[in-house]
């Protein structure tokens, strides 16, 4: 049973562009949500993140957008840049648990210049 | 962002020989992971691992498995018989509070 869900599977945009990356979730007991970003033959880096008390954040060019009454986010990435190009995962925290991470299947980006 | 280091970062062995994975994690940080990513796939938890001891556990994490991190040195895992589907690129994680995890670059495991 997927936990979280990430569409879509792959996006193109182009350059300059704001590519907009979904997430879902089934669990209520979800109470932070990073999202990381992984190129091929790296380990994922952290990109952003967000608690399940705000419905935005900002950092620089990311903004993820969250509807907890949805259980929905979105990544937004603005001004995009073929340096972004890459794939980004979603993942979700279990309140109070062990701190464990759950994943989302990735969405594979590449922005074209 | 904060550094975690993994070695080896490939490694090839016959089924049923032992290997282990070593971990730096970032050295203020209190909080261990080793999580499994197969083929660029998402990435699975493991096991964490705070205070000395495993916290949680996944099915994954099958019984040939083992952690630790010796008197603060690098965080390992063990495999101990090795099996072919435990081939698979493996990243420790490390965070301060248990929220913002930092990753490693992986290790490989090729099992023969």
């Known amino acids: 049973q997927q936990q979280v869900r990430q569409s879509p599977q792959s996006l193109t945009v182009w350059e300059g562009e704001t590519a907009i990356l979904n997430c879902s979730y089934e669990?209520?007991?979800?109470?932070?949500f990073p999202w990381y970003q992984q190129f091929p033959g790296e380990g994922p880096a952290l990109l952003i993140s967000?608690?399940?008390?705000?419905n935005k954040k900002e950092d620089g060019r990311f903004t993820i957008f969250f509807n907890k009454r949805e259980k929905k986010l979105s990544l937004h990435i603005a001004d995009s840049q073929p340096g972004d190009s890459a794939t980004y995962f979603c993942?979700?925290?279990?309140?109070?648990?062990?701190?464990?991470?759950?994943f989302g299947e990735g969405t594979k980006l590449t922005v074209s210049s | 962002g904060p550094k975690v280091l993994q070695i080896p970062s490939h490694q090839i062995i016959d089924m049923g020989q032992m290997v282990t994975l070593n971990c730096d994690p970032v050295?203020?940080?209190?909080?261990f992971y080793w999580y499994k990513q197969i083929l660029g796939q998402q990435m699975e938890f493991l096991v964490n691992?705070?205070?000395?001891?495993?916290?949680?556990k996944s099915k994954l994490f099958k019984d040939q498995f083992s952690v630790e991190r010796p008197d603060g040195s690098y965080f390992t895992l063990k495999i101990q018989p090795t099996a072919l589907e435990d081939s698979a690129v493996y990243f420790c994680?490390?965070?301060?509070?248990?929220?913002?995890?930092?990753f490693g670059p992986g290790t490989r495991l090729t099992v023969l």
């Open positions: 050295s203020n940080h209190l909080y």
């Open positions: 691992f705070y205070n000395g001891k495993v916290m949680e």
């Open positions: 994680a490390s965070s301060l509070e248990g929220y913002e995890q930092y």
């Open positions: 669990n209520s007991a979800f109470d932070y």
């Open positions: 993942a979700a925290r279990y309140q109070g648990g062990s701190a464990k991470l759950i």
């Open positions: 967000i608690l399940s008390v705000s």
